[in-house]
């Protein structure tokens, strides 16, 4: 090497030379394959039994599980038992209602008294409906029964209208005549209605064609613990008979029980025998009401 220029090289080797355009086109020169961008088969799987490898190559990011993409293998562990399931929910008010309806009938049968048939029959209370206290008294021997346990005994002088189809009804009559009755105590029942509505229904029934001069309705002391409301009215009135005027006075008391049994005692007599028709039936009265 001498240092000086090879005259028969024109050019420089350290300097280039222009020359034709590169053609832009051209690929550029490829790096050789990285081995980091290989792809990795994936480990034996220990679920394949020999170490065998799975499905197939693929990106090493993605999962070689035979059970699903997002599913792991199954666990060593024994999955807990399923819980018991209790009574089901439509079966719980079908249990309550069938305690329900038998509870009704025993309650019933007690109100029944066990099917004896000794005493009258008597309509079955409603559901809910309080019931009436068992009384002690003991009925004479002479006494007409009404209803609901309910009996009047009639005095001397008075007997049995037998026509009568409600309730019971008592008479007395004027000597040798069985028609025309000089006083009257009729005693009737009704059941879920109030004393008072009775009253009035009763009254206007017995005034209806009548000239009647009606007083007022006043509370009475009720003479039981089983009675709730006690009621009467008293009034005066012009009836026929005969084509004739005939001056009455009357009376109606009613007295509803706790088990809504209502009994009404309607008293009606002529004013010339009111004296004596008045004793006769304070004393049925009592009779009526001891039963209540």
């Known amino acids: 090497m001498s240092g000086k220029r090879d005259k028969g090289s024109s050019t420089n080797p350290w300097v280039n030379q222009p020359g034709p355009e590169a053609d832009d086109t051209e690929p550029e020169e490829q790096l050789p394959p990285s081995p980091w961008n290989l792809e990795v088969p994936p480990p034996p799987s220990p679920w394949g039994g020999g170490g065998a490898p799975g499905p197939g190559p693929g990106p090493a990011t993605e999962t070689s599980s035979a ?34 309806v038998a509870l009704v009938a025993v309650a019933l049968v007690l109100l029944s008294g066990g099917g004896d048939d000794k005493a009258d029959p008597t309509p079955s209370t409603p559901v809910g409906t309080p019931t009436a206290p068992k009384s002690s008294y003991q009925p004479p021997p002479n006494a007409i029964p009404v209803g609901f346990g309910v009996s009047i005994v009639p005095v001397q002088g008075w007997s049995l209208y037998t026509k009568e189809t409600q309730g019971k009804q008592v008479a007395t009559y004027p000597p040798n005549d069985s028609v025309h009755a000089r006083a009257f105590l009729w005693v009737r029942q009704k059941q879920n209605v109030t004393a008072q509505a009775y009253l009035l229904g009763i009254v206007e029934g017995e005034t209806e064609e009548e000239v009647a001069q009606l007083g007022n309705v006043r509370n009475l002391p009720c003479p039981k613990d089983v009675l709730v409301e006690c009621v ?14 005939v001056k009455v006075q009357g009376s109606v008391e009613v007295y509803r029980r706790k088990d809504n049994v209502v009994t009404a005692l309607d008293f009606r007599t002529r004013v010339d025998f009111a004296q004596k028709a008045e004793a006769d039936a304070a004393i049925m009265k009592k009779s009526v009401i001891d039963s209540l």
């Open 67 to 100: 059970w699903g993409e997002n599913v792991g293998p199954p666990s060593l562990r024994r999955p807990p038992p399923e819980k018991k399931r209790g009574i089901p929910p439509l079966l719980i008010p079908v249990g309550a209602g069938l305690i329900v």
């Open 232 to 245: 009467a009215i008293d009034y005066t009135s012009t009836a026929k008979e005969n084509g004739a005027d």
